[in-house]
């Protein structure tokens, strides 16, 4: 599982010798708190906050970065190894220095560097792959509608086909994917810092809407994920869903109080006219049958029975 090539051994050799010469000197072994914060920092440098796009651009295992910044556990080593290895800083100071790690990380630039990919010469990373291999091997068993080659042209440069497909890869749009297919990736865009202050300002102002809308449909209007409201605007987020709830529950008692008083008429109506109120004599009286084998309707139906005479 640990990923091959020369530079990326080399580079965990250097940073596991450094860490194990160092760990004489400190006064005190490293704790969770300042790693979690050194690891959020990268974060948020690297793809404003955006765990997926981190995962995706540094060549990582999916969900590895919700370990220990959502539930609190400690990732082992050989998931930070690869964290401070995208993130270009080295393990030691991932696992020491917390927040001051964001002045480190603003002079190396804000470009992941992807885990590099088998091979003894694999400097390049999952990431920003481009398929030619795939290509090469489908502009050698095809051929284009007029006869001539289709993604390399007799002397080998590259064909039209082949720029199109090269202008595909690596396309980035926000909420939107490329076209999946030989030589293309799927690749999302992190979600911009302005679009992130507009979803703040909407949740702000939803807390005064009456009746008050729930998050996900707040995430629909937005056009996003609801986790991705809950991942940068995690106060708000519970506010609404709060203050959402208590408006369901205010209707649905609402409805349960209609349901109650609609039973209580059609039995004294039944009453008056000499009919027993049966379950059955009631349920065809009202707007909606069905709604008599609702729990409430039997146990307003049962009560007001007692109260008519009909059960001691």
């Not at 030589?183 to 005064?208: H, N, Q």
Request: proline share 6%; glycine share 10%.
């Amino acid at each position: 599982d640990i990923p091959g090539g020369l530079a990326w051994q080399r580079w965990v050799a250097g940073n596991v010798g450094e860490l194990l010469v160092k760990a004489i000197e400190l006064s005190e072994p490293p704790t969770f708190p300042p790693l979690r914060a050194a690891i959020a920092a990268c974060v948020s440098h690297f793809t404003s906050g955006s765990m997926e796009a981190f995962e995706r651009e540094g060549g990582l295992p999916h969900s590895v970065l919700q370990y220990p910044l959502v539930r609190g556990g400690l990732p082992r080593l050989d998931t930070l190894l690869r964290i401070a290895y995208c993130a270009q800083v080295s393990l030691l100071d991932l696992l020491t220095k917390g927040e001051a790690i964001r002045e480190q990380l603003e002079v190396g630039g804000r470009h992941l560097r992807a885990r590099p990919v088998e091979g003894e010469n694999a400097c390049e990373g999952f990431a920003t792959h481009s398929g030619d291999n795939h290509a090469n091997h489908s502009a050698e068993g095809g051929m284009a509608e007029g006869g001539g080659p289709t993604a390399r042209q007799k002397d080998g440069s590259p064909g039209s086909d082949q720029s199109d497909q090269d202008e595909q890869v690596g396309q980035v749009t926000q909420g939107s994917r490329t076209p999946r297919g030989k030589g293309t990736r799927r690749v999302y865009k992190p979600y911009s810092a302005e679009f992130l202050e507009r979803a703040g300002r909407r949740l702000a102002g939803a807390l005064g809407e009456e009746p008050a809308p729930p998050v996900h449909r707040l995430a629909r209007e937005l056009g996003c994920h609801p986790a991705t409201l809950y991942r940068h605007h995690y106060a708000l987020c519970r506010e609404v869903a709060a203050r959402a709830l208590l408006e369901a529950r205010r209707r649905s008692m609402e409805r349960d109080e209609a349901l109650r008083e609609q039973v209580r008429e059609v039995m004294r109506a039944l009453k008056a006219e000499g009919e027993y109120p049966s379950s059955v004599r009631v349920a065809q009286h009202m707007q909606k049958a069905g709604r008599m084998c609702d729990p409430v309707a039997q146990a307003e139906w049962r009560e007001m029975l007692h109260r008519l005479g009909y059960k001691q």
